[in-house]
C-alpha cells in the first residue's frame, strides 16, 4: 500500500485540475483487489476535476474505473454503461481500450459467450504487442486462462495462468498473483487434479502472508472448502465455507461470492450430495438477492434445473431452465447493445 500513499501525497500537492484528475486515476486504479469504495471515489474525484471539459481521455479512464468496480461487485448493467462512456472517450487512448475490451471478454465469460469472450482478450493482448505494455498482459493472461478452463482445455488454461504468474513475478506486480492463483486452483480442481489444488492454495497462502495481500483471503478458504468435500470431510469444508464466505460479504466481494457459491455447489452436485446442497441453493439465492449479483442469476437456474434433473423432476426442470434462457438473453443483449 505504499505506492497508493506516495499517489495521494503526490496529488495534495497539484493545482492543475488536468493533473489532478490524472492522478486520481492513478490512485482510483491502485485500489482494485483492494478496496472497491476508494476505487469509486476517486474516480468521482477525476469525473470532478475534468467537469468542464466534454470529453477527454481522463474522463474516459475514470468511467473505465467505476466500470472495473461495478464489475467486480457484480453490477452488469452499470458497468456496461460506464464501459460505454469509456470507449467513446478511448479511441485514441489505447491503454483504457485494452482494459474496456479486458472487462468485455471477463463478461462474455460470465455469460458463457466464449467465442466473444475469446475475441476482446485477443483484442486487448494485440493492443499489449503493439503497444508494448507488459504490466497489462497478466491480466490478459489471466482472463484467457479463465476462458481455457472454463472450455475443459485445461493444459492450456495452465499455459496462460503461469505464463501470468511468472510475468506478475517478474513485475512485481503482487496485487495480480492473487486472482492467478485462484485461477490456478480452480482449474486443478476442474481437472481433478487435487494433489496440486492443494499445493496451488498453499503457495497462495504464502504469497498473501508474504506480500501483504489479503484481498483473496476470502475466496482462499471457500477453495479449500470445496477441496475438502472430495475428501468428504463435511465439518472442515463447511467452517472453511463459512469463514470465507463471511469475509467476502464483508468486503463485498460479490464476484469472488458468486465464484465460491458455483464451486462449491457444483462440487456438490458432482457428487451427488443433493440433500446438502439444497441448503447451498437456498442460500445461494438470498445473496444474489442482498448483493444484487446480475450476472449471477443466469448461473443459479442452471446450475437448479441441473440440481432437478438428477431429482428426475422434470416440472422444475423445465422451469429453471426457461429461467436461465430468458435472464441469459437478457444480460446479453445488454452487453451487445454496445459491444
Known sequence: MNDIRFLRNELSELSDNIKKAEKCNEIS????????????????????????????????????????????????????NYYHEASLMAQNDPLTLLRIYLGIGINFTLLECYRDAIKYEEMALSLAIKHNYITEKVPIFNNLGRIYSQLGEFELANHYYYS???????????????????????NALFSKDLTNMEKILLKMEESMEKHGEIWFLGINKTLWATY?????????????????????????????IFIAYCDYLNTLLELNHLSYSKLYFFDFYQTLETFSIETGYPTYYKMKANYYSRLNDIKNFNEFNMAYQTKH??????????F
Not at 475514470?62 to 453490477?75: E, M, P, V
Not at 495480480?176 to 492463483?181: A, I, N, P, T, V
Open 29 to 80: 486504479r491502485n485500489y482494485l483487489y483492494r478496496n472497491l469504495d476508494l476505487v469509486e471515489h476517486y474516480a468521482h474525484l477525476a469525473l470532478n476535476h475534468m467537469a468542464e471539459y466534454d470529453e477527454h481521455i481522463e474522463k474516459g479512464k475514470a468511467f473505465q474505473n467505476l466500470g472495473a468496480a461495478c464489475f467486480l461487485r457484480q453490477d452488469f448493467t452499470d458497468g456496461v
Open 329 to 338: 438473453e437478457a444480460l446479453c443483449q445488454i452487453i451487445k447493445k454496445y
Open 164 to 186: 501470468g504468474v511468472q510475468l506478475a513475478n517478474e513485475l512485481e506486480a503482487w496485487s495480480r498473483l492473487g486472482y492467478l492463483y485462484v485461477g490456478l486452483a480452480r
Open 228 to 256: 475438502y468435500l472430495h475428501f468428504d470431510n463435511f465439518e472442515l469444508s463447511k467452517s472453511n465455507f463459512d469463514i470465507g464466505m463471511s469475509i467476502l460479504k464483508e468486503e463485498e466481494q460479490a464476484h469472488y
